[in-house]
Nanobody, 124 residues
Framework: QVQLVESGGGLVQAGDSLRLSCVASGGTFSRYTMAWFRQAPGKDRGFVAAIQWNGKSRIYANSVEGRFTISRDIAKNTAYLEMNSLEADDTATYFC?????????????????WGQGTQVTVSS
């Protein structure tokens, strides 16, 4: 099955932008619905965004709607999370997740494959 590796995290200031990448290997990337979750210290892992395997649907958490954009490049086996107007509350470890041909879901249990995460720190 597919394996996921995230990158692109870092330390930025409030108002800055970052683009996270999630490279998939070992499977047919085009058949996977991809999602991003995040977890801040002492908090539960929370949904950020998801894109359906066929690209027809995208969903976002209310807290990031209008600031974050999820996308993917089939040719590069990569999913992206473009993050703009970053806020201190966006500080977290960001995880990429995948499920085979599933509908986009806000629920972490809907995704069977997870990456190791990449840290995003936003200073205010």
């Amino acid at each position: 099955q597919v394996q996921l590796v995230e990158s692109g995290g870092g330390l930025v200031q409030a108002g800055d932008s970052l683009r996270l990448s999630c490279v998939a290997s070992g499977g047919t990337f085009s058949r996977y619905t991809m999602a991003w979750f995040r977890q801040a210290p002492g908090k539960d892992r929370g949904f950020v965004a998801a894109i359906q395997w066929n690209g027809k649907s995208r969903i976002y958490a209310n807290s990031v709607e209008g600031r974050f954009t999820i996308s993917r490049d089939i040719a590069k086996n990569t999913a992206y999370l473009e993050m703009n107007s970053l806020e201190a509350d966006d500080t977290a470890t960001y995880f990429c997740a995948a499920t085979l041909m599933g509908a986009p879901s806000y629920r972490s249990v809907a995704y069977q494959i997870w990456g190791q995460g990449t840290q995003v720190t936003v200073s205010s």
